[in-house]
């Protein structure tokens, strides 16, 4: 069974644009989650969509943007970006359903370069 | 809502050596608990998770930990050091399946001949 995809998994922009991550989830998969991991504060939990729907949300501005589509895949966007969104950002599927057996499989990461 | 400290941002051992990675959580729930390895370049994957089941967990790579719920511990160990095993190690809490995984600072793991 494939694993979890990301792409791209190197982007650098610019201050000011915006950028779109998309993530491939696991086959059968219905959860995503977004992460984002910098060297200053460790890995910090983003969003997370089910079946279309955004369930989850952690504490970051309103720059940070996900959805999902029908088919599972999702995409995070970032609006007006600064310095500081340089990241790895990474995600994660899951089937969602809260049971023990339910664990968070992560994919490669894409690496964001703001310059 | 849940913490995790990880104790040691590095550790070193020499190979054969026992590794043992500490961390501790806290919940106002039951926990689950869960050890990831992140390698150079890559994304995290999963060692191995507790999810109140039998206190001692084995995982993958013949690592194993032990919930302890009465120290808020879920230390991660190992017999004897690889050197494939050096990598940055992340304990992590949620609160149930359903909830968002809170992740600790993370262990970059050396490992010398």
């Known amino acids: 069974k494939a694993g979890v995809t990301q792409t791209p998994r190197y982007l650098i922009k610019t201050r000011g644009q915006q950028v779109t991550l998309s993530c491939s989830p696991i086959?059968?998969?219905?959860?995503v989650s977004w992460y984002q991991q910098t060297p200053g504060q460790g890995l910090q939990f983003l969003f997370e969509?089910?079946?279309?729907?955004?369930?989850n949300k952690g504490n970051f501005p309103g720059r940070f943007s996900g959805r999902q589509f029908s088919n599972s895949r999702s995409e995070m966007n970032v609006s007006t970006l600064e310095l500081g969104d340089s990241a790895l950002y990474l995600c994660?599927?899951?089937?969602?359903?809260?049971?023990?057996?339910?664990?968070?499989?992560f994919g490669p990461g894409t690496r964001l370069t703001v310059l | 809502a849940q913490s995790v400290t990880q104790l040691g941002s590095h550790v070193s051992v020499s190979e054969g050596a026992l590794v043992l990675l500490r961390c501790n959580y806290s919940s106002s729930v039951p926990p689950y608990l869960f050890w990831y390895v992140q390698y150079p370049n890559q994304g995290l994957q999963l060692l191995l998770k507790?999810?109140?089941?039998?206190?001692l967990v084995k995982g993958i790579n013949g690592f194993e930990a032990e919930f302890k719920k009465s120290e808020t511990s879920f230390h991660l160990t190992k017999p004897s050091a690889h050197m494939r095993d050096a990598a940055e190690y992340f304990c992590a809490v949620s609160a149930s399946g359903y909830s968002t995984l809170t992740f600790g600072k993370g262990t970059m793991l050396l490992v010398s001949p």
């Open positions: 507790y999810t109140s089941a039998a206190t």
């Open positions: 969509y089910f079946s279309e729907t955004q369930r």
């Open positions: 994660a599927s899951s089937n969602g359903q809260g049971s023990s057996t339910d664990t968070q499989y």
């Open positions: 086959s059968g998969h219905r959860s």
